[in-house]
Each structure stands twice: as structure tokens, then as C-alpha cells.
């Protein structure tokens, strides 16, 4: 499988990052923040050199991850200030996808309503009326630019966003139809803080054509104390899930990347270190199969 890895998770310099794949045969760069900038706010010089140090070093870019809608909430309305500032920073990101050859582009959901649909008393009583349908008008646009842009929007599992499951994303799609350029971007470690189970739930709720592109990571999540652990890769809650995922992912021929995101370290801000410490479990586990 294609397998690649968020640069600034081992650095926002990329050209050490770059250096660090190369140690590891990590093939597939993708971008969030290069430098002090968040994709999307370089300017066309810096995105000229960006392109020129990834083609030089034969890096295919996998995906443009900016926080495209995080932050927002249903208090934002379609065309309002916040927002025509993602719908803008979106078109900026297109922008720089055309130009190093970027075939996706990452955007995130508004923030979390708990409970979105209900029945037995809890429709009445504690579902948040109408949040859902609320957002989709915030994100359809995004869906009509990358569609005349020719490029595929993926939708990030979040934390706490509206879309926090491989259930919620593939509700996103399917109400928007946009299943012709609006795939899901599964990150089974943020899906463990709605209890999503990752393997078999989660895998088969989006291996129908929705998936677009993965995120591995590990955690332990204390949801009633309100707490993420990161976790070396294999300590967390996902352990049992990893091989089943790959092997599924062998299995029905994804086409797609798997970026690694290296946002553990050993408990001294290293978050290179913790990327040296778990790497070689992340290619053991979703690399190629020896015969």
C-alpha cells in the first residue's frame, strides 16, 4: 500500500522532514504547515520552491490538509465573515494543489452538536434540533468549488466536530450527494472519543467507495474525564484494530494513501522522537507483505 506520513509531524522544516522520510522509505508527503504557514497562506514564490524540493526529491504530495470549517459553529451562517474566510483560505489551497500536484484537499466540520438525532422521548427532550441540517449548507459550497476545480475534497473524522465517525461522514456525503467529489478522510484514533469502534464498524461504514485517505495514529481516550492520551502506535485502544484495518485495506484493494500522523512524543515535546519510536511498527503493520 501507498504509504506516506504528515510532514510537520516530524518537521515544519521540509526539507528535513523530507530527509527523514527518505530514512524510512516514506513515499507520499502530506502537507499542513510548512514553515511558520499553514498550507494555503504561502505565496506563490514559497509554493514554487515547496514544489520544486518535492519533485526534486520524487514526493508525491497525497493531500492539502488545512483546518478548512474547524472552529466554526452553528451560530455561522452560509456567506457570513468566518464563513467566507475558509471558503476563501479553500480556494487558496485549491490553488496550491493544482500546483504541486496535490490530488486531494483536507477540510474539517463545524463544532460538535452531542446529539444530533434521537427517538423514544430523546427527540423531544435532547437532540439538537436542526443542527445537522444547519451545517450542510456551510460545507456544500466547498463541495461545487473543488468540483469545478477538478479536484476531490476529503472530510476529516474530527475530535469534536460535527463528522466524528465513519457514520457521520458517510451521512455528510450521502447528503450532499456529493459522492463524485467528497470522500472521507478516516482517522480511526479521533473516532475513538465518540467509541466508534474502528474494526469491523468503522472500516465498513466507508469501504464502499467512500474512503479517500487515512490517518494512523494511537490513543487512549477517557471520555468522562474528558482526556487523550496519545499513545505509542500498538499501546492504545486501537492495537487490535490495526491488522484487521490493513489487511481489509489489502484485501479490497485501496487505492488510496495511509499518512502516518506523528503527533506522539515520549513525554519531552520531541514529536520527531516519538516518529523514530513508532515508525517501524506503522510500516511492519500497513506496509508491503513479504512473500
Known sequence: MKLGVICDGISRDLKHAIDVMDEFGLDYAELQFVGNKEVGDHTSGEIAEIDRLLRDRNKPVSCLSRHIFAGMTLSNQPGDALHLRHIDALKRVIDMAHAVGAPLVRIMTPKKEQILWGTGGAETWNVAHGAWDAMLPLIAPAVEIAKDAGLTLVVETGNGTMVNSNYTARKLIDDLDAGDTL?????????????????PDGYDAVKAGYLGHVHIKDVQVDTPR????????????LAPHFQPIADALRGDGYAGVISFESVYHPGNGDFEAGFRACIDRFKQIFGPVSV
Open 183 to 199: 470522500q472521507v478522510l478516516w482517522d480511526p484514533a479521533n473516532n475513538c472519543w465518540c467509541h466508534e469502534v474502528a474494526y
Open 226 to 237: 474528558a482526556t487523550l492520551e496519545v499513545r505509542p502506535l500498538g499501546e492504545g485502544q
